[in-house]
């Protein structure tokens, strides 16, 4: 199968902007911790350092969860009883 050139290219322009993007992510991240650090004291740093890793690992470690809730919702949308529906969805 042979791609055309103008495929080829909007591909590699995605590829570049998506690339660009994430430098511009991760400049602007690492930025971000030089004012946090001038603006909050040792203490508080080191709370936010616990707390901000803990939320990029939790980013990445989802066992699923997010699959079994997407199961559990639909499946309690198609019962008759929609008590149990209308409540996971409002708390």
């Known amino acids: 199968m042979k791609i055309s050139k103008f495929a080829k290219k909007e591909a590699l322009k995605?590829?570049?902007a998506f690339s660009a993007?994430?430098?511009i992510?991760?400049?602007l991240n690492?930025?971000?911790?030089f004012v946090i650090a001038k603006l909050l004291d040792p203490?508080?740093?080191g709370s936010y350092s616990v707390v901000n890793n803990f939320l990029q690992f939790a980013a990445y470690l989802s066992l699923?969860?997010?699959d079994v809730a997407t199961l559990k919702l639909s499946?309690?949308?198609q019962d008759e009883d929609q008590?149990?529906?209308k409540d996971l969805l409002q708390s």
């Open 14 to 16: 995605g590829l570049w």
């Open 21 to 23: 993007g994430q430098y």
């Open 25 to 27: 992510v991760f400049a």
């Open 30 to 33: 690492f930025l971000r911790g």
């Open 43 to 45: 203490a508080q740093f």
């Open 64 to 66: 699923g969860v997010n």
């Open 75 to 77: 499946r309690l949308s």
């Open 83 to 85: 008590s149990q529906f």
